[in-house]
């Protein structure tokens, strides 16, 4: 039996959804049970999970669920969450000859079942989070202000048809916002642009010099796509269909991820470091993996 490719497997998923029109990550991800979560941890699946799971709310394990008393549904099909193992290996070294140790991540994945296909287990009660003062678009401009003053970005608004980011300017240029259908599209913008900002070479050091139509360029579009809608969604910001700006890229991510399977894992991975970077402006690495922990082996 030939052995099973974790990077076709989710590569494949997202081409699936593309292709039928769906935008995997134009759904809400961020927060206590807010999308997809596991059932024993509590916790949401990462950014890349949350697009291949095709439901919200509880998901676990086989095992997990029957440690709950409950069992699986009669023709229930799993869905798979992947997360990186880290293995040990030596390498030679080319001049010495000497072995050294090192540590290489791997990407691995698990089944799980939706609570829809489960039977004997009652779903949680459903979340309720406290009452919060702040308006949505009151945090959104607060979270992306403290961004730009915190990392000292240069912020221009002027009655305009485009908005960008120069890294060699370190500056982010926005129309103003009476320009826009809504505030929240301008809040899509604003955190589209601020995301390519945190790959300048002081912060997540991208690469943000590719031409308009390589590889590397939709890799940042994408990126910065990702990064904006988990922010919108870490707002509680709902921003209309629209899909103009993605149709002019799509064909891009899918050249992209026809010829590359690790396209989609690579810059999903990117964006979640973005907006980790971009809301506490810290960039180490948690000592254990994330999804490792959720799945409970």
């Given at each position: 039996?030939?052995?099973?490719?974790?990077?076709?497997?989710?590569?494949?998923?997202?081409?699936?959804?593309?292709?039928?029109?769906?935008?995997?990550?134009?759904?809400?991800?961020?927060?206590?049970?807010?999308?997809?979560?596991?059932?024993?941890?509590?916790?949401?699946?990462?950014?890349?999970?949350?697009?291949?799971?095709?439901?919200?709310?509880?998901?676990?394990?086989?095992?997990?669920?029957?440690?709950?008393?409950?069992?699986?549904?009669?023709?229930?099909?799993?869905?798979?969450?992947?997360?990186?193992?880290?293995?040990?290996?030596?390498?030679?070294?080319?001049?010495?000859?000497?072995?050294?140790?090192?540590?290489?991540?791997?990407?691995?994945?698990?089944?799980?079942?939706?609570?829809?296909?489960?039977?004997?287990?009652?779903?949680?009660?459903?979340?309720?989070?406290?009452?919060?003062?702040?308006?949505?678009?009151?945090?959104?401009?607060?979270?992306?202000?403290?961004?730009?003053?915190?990392?000292?970005?240069?912020?221009?608004?002027?009655?305009?048809?485009?908005?960008?980011?120069?890294?060699?300017?370190?500056?982010?240029?926005?129309?103003?916002?009476?320009?826009?259908?809504?505030?929240?599209?301008?809040?899509?913008?604003?955190?589209?642009?601020?995301?390519?900002?945190?790959?300048?070479?002081?912060?997540?050091?991208?690469?943000?010099?590719?031409?308009?139509?390589?590889k590397e360029y939709a890799k940042e579009e994408l990126i910065a796509e990702l990064g904006a809608s988990y922010l919108l969604n870490y707002c509680d910001i709902q921003t209309p269909e629209s899909e103009t700006n993605n149709v002019a890229y799509i064909q891009s991510w899918l050249s992209c991820l026809e010829n590359d399977n690790r396209f989609i894992v690579s810059a999903a991975g990117k964006a979640e470091k973005a907006v980790k970077y971009f809301i506490s402006g810290?960039?180490?690495?948690?000592?254990?993996?994330?999804?490792?922990?959720?799945?409970?082996?």
């Amino acid at each position: 039996m030939a052995a099973i490719n974790v990077y076709d497997i989710v590569t494949d998923r997202i081409i699936e959804q593309l292709k039928r029109g769906k935008i995997p990550w134009k759904k809400p991800w961020y927060g206590v049970r807010s999308g997809a979560f596991n059932r024993v941890t509590k916790r949401p699946y990462s950014l890349l999970n949350q697009m291949l799971l095709c439901r919200k709310g509880e998901y676990a394990t086989f095992k997990q669920w029957s440690a709950l008393g409950g069992t699986i549904k009669k023709g229930a099909k799993s869905e798979i969450v992947v997360f990186w193992k880290m293995f040990d290996t030596k390498e030679t070294d080319p001049d010495t000859g000497d072995e050294n140790e090192k540590m290489i991540p791997i990407l691995r994945y698990y089944r799980v079942f939706h609570i829809e296909d489960v039977e004997g287990v009652d779903p949680l009660e459903e979340y309720k989070p406290e009452e919060v003062a702040i308006n949505p678009i009151d945090n959104a401009e607060n979270l992306f202000h403290d961004y730009i003053e915190r990392e000292g970005i240069t912020l221009t608004q002027t009655k305009s048809d485009s908005a960008s980011y120069s890294p060699v300017r370190d500056r982010i240029q926005l129309p103003l916002m009476e320009q826009f259908i809504s505030a929240s599209e301008y809040y899509s913008t604003a955190f589209h642009e601020a995301i390519h900002s945190t790959g300048h070479s002081t912060r997540c050091n991208r690469v943000l010099s590719g031409g308009k139509y390589s590889k590397e360029y939709a890799k940042e579009e994408l990126i910065a796509e990702l990064g904006a809608s988990y922010l919108l969604n870490y707002c509680d910001i709902q921003t209309p269909e629209s899909e103009t700006n993605n149709v002019a890229y799509i064909q891009s991510w899918l050249s992209c991820l026809e010829n590359d399977n690790r396209f989609i894992v690579s810059a999903a991975g990117k964006a979640e470091k973005a907006v980790k970077y971009f809301i506490s402006g810290n960039l180490t690495e948690e000592s254990k993996n994330d999804e490792e922990k959720e799945i409970l082996k």
